[in-house]
């Protein structure tokens, strides 16, 4: 079964950076569109950014020019560069398919914090 294990969030000032992670055991990374996604309180969970299997990628509006996704499919992990956080980019991150019907079992996310 395939398992998603998010990490790199924390408190961070307007303006900071972070760089989350996203292991991807249980299966080859390199066949997968994947995305990055967040959860506000309140809010539904929206993609902010994906990657395709040739490293093409698109962006959520808000974040253009700020995040940044990559991967690395020998170490079966997707990461997002943030740059310049806002406190409207405060919310819980996951990682997962995107485009798919059937995505994978979801991981515990990462937290990311934007106050001063």
């Known amino acids: 079964q395939v398992q998603l294990v998010e990490s790199g969030g924390h408190l961070v000032q307007p303006g900071g950076s972070l760089t989350l992670s996203c292991e991807v055991s249980?299966?080859?990374?390199?066949?997968?569109?994947v995305a990055w996604f967040r959860q506000a309180p309140g809010n539904q969970r929206e993609w902010v950014a994906i990657i395709n299997t040739v490293s093409s990628t698109y962006y959520e509006d808000s974040v253009k020019g700020r995040f940044t996704i990559s991967r690395d499919n020998a170490k079966n992990t997707v990461f997002l560069q943030m740059n310049d956080l806002k406190a409207e980019d405060m919310a819980v991150y996951y990682c997962?398919?995107?485009?798919?019907?059937?995505?994978?079992?979801w991981g515990q996310g990462t937290q990311v914090t934007v106050s001063s």
């Open positions: 249980g299966t080859n990374l390199n066949t997968y569109t």
């Open positions: 997962n398919q995107f485009g798919s019907r059937q995505l994978w079992p």
